[in-house]
């Protein structure tokens, strides 16, 4: 008896659907797909029961010609490319003309078009794998893609298909991951009859990045447009100072000739770039896209193609790395006033929570009442971001000194009376922030992270190393015996001396001399350590400098915050070697704003 049959077609194209439709999010991003190759710049979203009982898509694109209208929906049928050779020179998101032959082999899909070139208007329906006869019936523009009811002949595929609600989200998802690219589309997605996103056209990819960042809060002046030109590639980046960050890398897009792409390296080159800007565990909001050669990638690997290969990767990764270290410049945070906005908006959740039974209607005063009739000053404050003038001028001024080494008797004196602002110490604030005054500013500093930095500077130029009487064994294991042996001499750089006696065991015989009280420190961290030469040199001064610096509850004397402040002030990247600013700056301008003084 035969074991091999053939499938039945619609069984096998049902197969080879599941590669590419998985649920309505995919049968979105494909629809997407070929609305933007159609050149539309209005494209609507409409979904019911989270795209699973209906998703329509409508576009003014080019439109389909009656003719070919006749091909669509067939396997392998395409328009964007004819020969081999095409699939190295791919410029359109679309190529393999598997999509709606996929959508309609699980659902019904119903394409209504007209033509722009013929003016013909014209409707197919594909149900579950069944063709129907083209009608005359058209929209007045454009392409009108609708799936209904997906995977309702397949209840095992639906079956595994999320609640509505979640569906719906995930459609919403990809439709911002899409128009993220394509600033000069507008897009407008309704979810149950509902309008849940509504993004115009823009001028900038910034513009409408920023639709999306907008969204966790994120202000236009946190945010910076990077751009730089290679061989071959351009980069631009929409990129989140200092002060912008969450806990994930879920906020590192990556875009390849406008396509969200999966592609780890690029997203390392992100971190890298940013380096110490953010503290550990913190990541960055960062669009990168990227306008390659289109003989230069590969987009033909994966089903979804979301992943992607990259000819010159190495080129890309080194110019993302550099532009961001050029770009992204540390924000000092400033304790400042917040709009009238914000005061409605608490005042009435106050009213509503504490006085829900008051009898008068207004117990919380109303704006100009609480804050008098001019409505100028600003009571409540907020945390937020903003450049720190100390840190420009001090930039400013080191670039003056090595730009111009003969200075005018005047320039001379002007720097010496910015240098001169004097600083005030006023105390310190549970057991942890130094508060200073200097000109007409109020200073917090986090006296551990700052003496952190301080004694991290110190190491880094001083490098006193001290010889140790009686020489201390490590272990290692198989990897780091192996990586000892190779970058050994790194650590003697760094004023460890190793030295190997035996298989897997080595002996420690010198050691910076702030290192003597922290030797259990060290040897974790050579046990622990698998970086490269400056990695290795950051992170171990990191740790040493951590180790010893004063730490949060203990008591500081007059002396030495005042000597502490003045090394602050002089430092021109007020951040901990982990990459956390340690600097609070409050004007008086806002300090009287804050409580209602016009002088």
């Known amino acids: 008896m035969a074991r091999i049959n053939l499938l039945d077609p619609l069984l096998s194209s049902r197969i080879a ?50 003719e070919d209208l006749k091909l669509l929906g067939s396997r392998h049928a ?103 690219a394509f600033p ?56 989140g ?45 960062a669009a990168v896209f990227i306008d390659d050669s289109p003989e230069l990638v590969d987009f033909n690997i994966h089903p979804a193609k979301r992943e992607v290969r990259i000819r010159n990767k190495a080129e890309i990764h080194h110019a993302i790395t550099k532009l961001l270290q050029d770009g992204i410049k540390r924000r000092i945070p400033e304790i400042a006033p917040v709009q009238k906005e914000f005061y409605l908006e608490n005042a009435k959740r106050v009213e509503k929570e504490y006085f829900p039974k008051q009898d008068a209607p207004h117990p919380i005063p109303s704006w100009n009442e609480w804050h008098g009739s001019k409505g100028t000053s600003e009571r409540f404050t907020s945390y937020q971001e903003k450049d720190s003038r100390w840190l420009e001028k001090a930039k400013a001024l080191q670039e003056a000194r090595q730009k111009a080494p003969e200075r005018t008797q005047v320039e001379r004196r002007e720097e010496s009376r910015d240098e001169e602002i004097p600083i ?3 105390g310190q604030a549970f057991h942890l922030f130094l508060i200073a005054e200097r000109g007409d500013e109020l200073y917090l ?38 990586f000892l042996e190779e970058n050994a001499e790194v650590y003697t750089k760094l004023g460890i001396m190793l030295s190997r006696v035996g298989d ?48 949060k509850g203990d008591d500081i004397d007059r002396w030495s915050a005042e000597e502490l402040l003045k090394k602050v002030f002089a430092l021109s990247e007020p951040a901990c070697p982990h990459g956390r600013t340690f600097l609070i700056r409050l004007s008086e301008k806002s300090l009287k704003e804050m409580v209602g003084r016009t002088v």
């Open 17 to 66: 659907a599941g590669e590419v439709i998985e649920r309505p999010q995919s049968v979105l991003r494909e629809i997407l797909d070929n609305a933007l190759d159609a050149g539309a710049d209005e494209i609507r979203v409409s979904i019911d029961g989270g795209g699973i009982d209906r998703l329509s898509v409508a576009d003014n694109g080019s439109g389909i010609a009656r």
């Open 78 to 180: 395409t328009s964007k490319i004819s020969t081999q050779d095409d699939l190295y020179d791919i410029r359109t998101l679309g190529f393999r003309g598997e999509a709606l032959y996929s959508i309609g082999s699980v659902a019904r899909l119903t394409v209504s078009t007209k033509s722009k070139e013929t003016g013909e208007g014209s409707t197919l329906v594909i149900d579950n794998g069944r063709r129907e006869e083209i009608s005359s019936a058209s929209p007045d523009s454009g392409t009108v893609v609708t799936v209904e009811n997906l995977f309702s002949e397949i209840p095992a595929r639906r079956a595994f298909l999320k609640r509505a609600s979640s569906e719906a989200t995930l459609c919403r998802q990809i439709l911002v991951s899409k128009a993220l």
């Open 184 to 239: 000069n589309v507008r897009f407008t997605f309704i979810s149950d009859g509902a309008i849940r996103l509504d993004w115009p056209k823009c001028e900038t990819l910034k513009e409408r990045v920023m639709h999306l960042y907008r969204g966790d809060g994120i202000a236009d002046a946190d945010v910076d447009a990077l751009h730089a030109d290679g061989y071959g590639f351009s980069v631009d980046i929409i990129a």
């Open 241 to 285: 100072n200092s002060a912008v960050k969450r806990s994930d890398r879920k906020e590192i897009r990556v875009y390849v000739n406008r396509r969200p792409v999966d592609e780890y390296s690029i997203v390392q080159a992100v971190v890298y770039g940013y380096g110490e800007l953010l503290p550990g565990g913190a990541f960055p909001y």
């Open 424 to 426: 005030r110490y006023i």
């Open 445 to 482: 500093v986090d006296q551990q992270a700052a003496h952190e930095r301080l004694l991290y500077d110190e190491l880094l130029s001083q490098r006193t190393v001290q010889n140790l009487l009686v020489p201390i064994r490590i272990e290692m294991d198989e990897d780091g015996d192996r």
């Open 504 to 551: 897997g065991l080595w002996e420690i015989s010198a050691l910076p001399a702030s290192c003597r009280s922290i030797e259990s420190e060290i040897i974790d961290f050579i046990r622990s350590s698998r970086l490269d030469g400056s990695e290795l040199e950051s992170k171990l001064f990191a740790v040493i400098a951590c180790r010893a610096a004063i730490k």
